[in-house]
């Protein structure tokens, strides 16, 4: 089955340390997208990428860092540099940066400690 | 920018229809309405979209008004399972084609 595979669910880590989440979709789709979601709150947009090797910083990118060097795949890293990490984050993909509805994975809750 | 206003939270009684309801007066021609639901913590999942026209799948109907300012997501028959919070979403060209989610409205479907 297609879909969009998060890994870790679950992940601790103590101040001033880096942390890397793992997102991988096998749907085809050339548009990846991280977003952050706070308790209560809606999603807020980190990055997103529309093509290998190219990405774009969204509402809220610092303190975080992306990659794209294949096309299944978009980790994000969450650096010390961002001030108040714990949060849900949700990787996503669609078709195309222009068509296609938001696909997402099931998350990765990050505690900072 | 959501560039969407929706109620915080409704409730719903099981076998009822929910309606849904959603503003969004600022939108422009070739911008599109998503609907998006959310369980707790899990990742978003689609429901349904449209431009002008009413649409309906397996899961929903939408009904966007004339004037495209407002639109409604119906779920003919609420279930418990139903219970989730609901993201309208305005997308196209003068959004950068990014969907924007607010905090949605909060469903509870009663028994």
């Known amino acids: 089955d297609g879909g969009i595979t998060q890994s870790p669910k679950y992940l601790f880590r103590k101040e001033g340390q880096n942390v890397t989440l793992s997102c991988e979709q096998n749907l085809n789709h050339d548009a990846m997208y991280w977003y952050r979601q706070d308790p209560g709150q809606g999603l807020r947009l980190i990055y997103y990428s529309q093509i290998v090797n190219d990405f774009q910083k969204g509402d809220i990118a610092e303190g975080y860092s992306v990659s794209r060097e294949k096309k299944e795949s978009f980790p994000l890293t969450v650096t010390s540099a961002q001030k108040n990490p714990t949060a849900f984050y949700l990787c996503?993909?669609?078709?195309?940066?222009?068509?296609?509805?938001?696909?997402f994975g099931e998350g990765s809750r990050l505690t900072v400690l | 920018d959501a560039k969407t206003t929706q109620p915080t939270s409704m409730d719903c009684a099981e076998g009822r229809a929910a309606n849904l309801p959603c503003n969004h007066s600022?939108?422009?021609?070739?911008?599109?309405v998503y609907w998006y639901r959310q369980i707790h913590s899990q990742g978003p999942q689609y429901i349904i979209h449209?431009?002008?026209n009413n649409e309906t799948n397996e899961m929903a109907s939408l009904i966007i008004t004339e004037d495209r300012k407002s639109s409604t997501l119906i779920l003919p028959h609420a279930t418990l399972r139903d219970t989730a919070v609901y993201y309208c979403?305005?997308?196209?060209?003068?959004?950068?084609?990014?969907?924007?989610f607010g905090t949605g409205t909060s469903l509870t479907v009663i028994p």
């Open positions: 449209g431009l002008k």
């Open positions: 600022t939108i422009s021609g070739n911008e599109y």
């Open positions: 979403i305005v997308r196209g060209l003068y959004t950068g084609n990014q969907f924007y």
């Open positions: 996503a993909s669609t078709r195309s940066l222009t068509t296609g509805e938001l696909f």
